[in-house]
């Protein structure tokens, strides 16, 4: 039997990091408990409002913000707000799959456009490495709006 898990990510703000990463993913913010988020309507806002009525001092609103797969599928996302500042390379990093099935120059075509899509919603582009058979595909290393490594596999 598996055991279910999340993966929690210490940040400086995690209410736009969390933004980052549900566009990258395309996972949500699920709704506080006993709400609904409205089509359209920011998560955050629902949120605050739900903070609000249940005392929670408004400078603690941003100490924190979570992510689910739509799907049910992938794990659970957490983001938490830490004192101190990233200073080394992540020991664990996402791999994104944004070419399952392809190879050579269709592979690396489809990883470039994703990765000129995440620069635009805050990433930075670190590295490419190029195809080298029969070990790797090729990939594309980024960082996060907060600086945390990962990789367009």
């Known amino acids: ?18 933004y980052f990463w549900a566009e990258a993913l395309g996972y949500v913010h699920p709704a506080p408990p006993g709400h609904q988020i409205p ?10 409002e739900f903070l609000a009525e249940i005392g929670v ?5 941003r100490s924190s913000s979570a992510l689910e797969d739509p799907d049910g599928d992938g794990p659970r996302i957490f983001f938490q707000r830490v004192p ?11 791999d994104l799959r944004a070419a399952p099935g392809l190879e050579g120059e269709e592979r690396m075509a489809a ?19 190029e195809p080298e058979e029969p070990m790797s595909g090729g990939f594309i290393v980024m960082t996060d709006p907060e600086g945390n490594e990962f990789c367009l596999d």
């Open 1 to 18: 039997m598996s055991t279910a898990f999340q993966v929690t990510f210490d940040a400086h703000d995690p209410v736009t990091l969390s």
């Open 39 to 48: 089509e359209g309507v920011d998560p955050f806002s629902v949120w605050q």
């Open 57 to 61: 001092p408004e400078s603690q609103w």
């Open 84 to 94: 101190e500042a990233k200073t080394a390379k992540n020991r664990v990093h996402l």
């Open 111 to 129: 990883l470039e456009t994703e990765c000129t899509r995440l620069v635009g919603l805050g990433a930075t582009r670190v590295q490419r490495f």
